[in-house]
C-alpha cells in the first residue's frame, strides 16, 4: 500500500517527548500516514523527523483542527499534547483546563464529525490522587490537582463520546516517563530532566521534602510502542491502561542513580520545603499484560544511562518558565521568582 493509500493518524504534541516517540515508532511500523501537530510551546523543531509533515499549532485552535480533519479525514488520533505540571496547576488553573480540557473537547468534536475509526488519548496517574496502592484501574479516582481533574475530565468525555456517537477510544495512564527528547529546561515538571540539567550546569539537585516520596520511573522506549499499536488490538477498545514500571524508587535513591549516570556520583543536592503532592505513587500493570503481552521494561539504571548519553549532547536553551500565573497563594518560593502574576 502507498503512503497515499494509507489511512491518516493526526500525533498532537509531535514535537514534545511522548509525541516525538510515537510519530518515530509509527513511521517505524509504517501503517499509517502521520501528520505532526505542536505549537512548540514546549516541544522543539529538533525533535521532528521528515517522514510526518508538519503543522505548527494549539489543539485550542477549533478552525485550525476542522481544517486539518476536513483535508486529511483522520482515521485514527494519538493526543499527547498536554502541559503536564501537576503541582503548578494548582497555580494556572484557567491556562490548564483551556490546554488539557478545553484543548481535548475540540479534538473529541472533531475525530466525531470525522467517524474516526480510534482516538488513543495519553492520561495520567494523577487522576488517582492518594489511593490505596498500587493503582489499579477499577479503583474510583480522587484526582488531587487540576491537572489530574482534566485527564480524568477528558477520560469520561470520551466514555460519554464512545456511548453516544460509536466513537471508539484507548486511553493510557503512564506515570513519571523519562528518556530521549525530554525538556530539560522545564523548572516545574520531569524531575530526572530537571537533575539532569541541574548537573549539566553545576547546580546542585533540588529535592521537595526529605526525598522519601516514591514514584516508579518508566522509560520511554518501554510504552511508545503499546500507544501505537493501541487501535490495532481489538482488545484495547474503549479501556484504560495503566503502563510503565513496576518498581518505585525514592527521589533520594533516583538523585543516587542520575548523579550516577551523569558521571558525578558525590553532586550535591539542596532540599527544599515539601510541596502538596502525593507522597507515594505507583500502579499496577496487569490489565496491560493481559490485553498487550508481556511488557518490556528497561531498568532504570540502564534507562537513565541511556538518556544521560543524549542529554549530554544536547544544547542546553534557557529555563521553559511559565511567565503568567494566575494564584499565587502558597506557590513554593523556588517556583515564585521566575513570575509574573496575571488577574
Known amino acids: 500500500m502507498s503512503r497515499f493509500e494509507r489511512p491518516f493518524a493526526l500525533v498532537t504534541g509531535a514535537a514534545g517527548f511522548l509525541g516525538a516517540h510515537v510519530v518515530r515508532e509509527l513511521i517505524r511500523e509504517d501503517q499509517v500516514s502521520v501528520v505532526a501537530l505542536d505549537d512548540l510551546s514546549a516541544g522543539f523543531e529538533e525533535n521532528l523527523v521528515s517522514g510526518a509533515p508538519f503543522v505548527r499549532g494549539?489543539?485550542?485552535?477549533?478552525?485550525?483542527?476542522?481544517?486539518?480533519?476536513?483535508?486529511?479525514?483522520?482515521?485514527?488520533?494519538?493526543?499527547?499534547?498536554?502541559?503536564a505540571a501537576e503541582g503548578l496547576s494548582h497555580f494556572i488553573r484557567r491556562f490548564n483546563y483551556t490546554t488539557n480540557l478545553i484543548g481535548s473537547i475540540n479534538l473529541i468534536n472533531e475525530a466525531v464529525k470525522a467517524e474516526s475509526a480510534c482516538f488513543v488519548f495519553t492520561s495520567s496517574i494523577a487522576v488517582y490522587g492518594a489511593i490505596e496502592l498500587p493503582m489499579v484501574?477499577?479503583?474510583?479516582?480522587?484526582?488531587?490537582?487540576?491537572?489530574?481533574?482534566?485527564?480524568?475530565?477528558?477520560?469520561?468525555?470520551l466514555q460519554a463520546a464512545?456511548?453516544?456517537?460509536?466513537?471508539?477510544?484507548?486511553?493510557?495512564?503512564?506515570?513519571?516517563?523519562?528518556g530521549e527528547y525530554q525538556n530539560l529546561v522545564d523548572p516545574y515538571r520531569n524531575v530526572i530532566g530537571i537533575f539532569m540539567k541541574q548537573i549539566l550546569r553545576n547546580e546542585p539537585m533540588t529535592i521537595f521534602g526529605d526525598g522519601t516520596q516514591q514514584r516508579a520511573f518508566s522509560y520511554v522506549g518501554d510504552i511508545t510502542p503499546l500507544i501505537a499499536q493501541a487501535p490495532f488490538n481489538p482488545a484495547a477498545q474503549n479501556e484504560v491502561f495503566n503502563v510503565g514500571t513496576d518498581r518505585p524508587y525514592s527521589v533520594n535513591d533516583l538523585a543516587d542513580k542520575v548523579a550516577a549516570a551523569m558521571g558525578r556520583p558525590a553532586h550535591p543536592r539542596k532540599y527544599l520545603p515539601p510541596r502538596n503532592e502525593v507522597l507515594h505513587a505507583y500502579s499496577d500493570h496487569s490489565k496491560a499484560r493481559a490485553v498487550f503481552g508481556e511488557l518490556a521494561e528497561t531498568s532504570l539504571d540502564h534507562g537513565l544511562e541511556r538518556m544521560a548519553k543524549w542529554a549530554q549532547t544536547v544544547r542546553l536553551r534557557e529555563p521553559s518558565l511559565f511567565a503568567t500565573i494566575e494564584v499565587d497563594k502558597n506557590m513554593p518560593p523556588i517556583w515564585r521568582k521566575y513570575q509574573t502574576i496575571s488577574g
Request: charged share 20%; hydrophobic share 40%.
Open 162 to 178: 464512545c456511548s453516544m456517537f460509536g466513537l471508539n477510544y484507548v486511553v493510557f495512564r503512564p506515570h513519571n516517563v523519562y
Open 58 to 83: 494549539s489543539v485550542t485552535d477549533r478552525t485550525l483542527l476542522a481544517d486539518l480533519f476536513a483535508k486529511y479525514k483522520f482515521t485514527y488520533i494519538y493526543h499527547l499534547a498536554a502541559y
Open 137 to 157: 484501574e477499577h479503583k474510583t479516582p480522587r484526582p488531587e490537582d487540576p491537572y489530574g481533574i482534566s485527564k480524568l475530565a477528558v477520560e469520561m468525555d
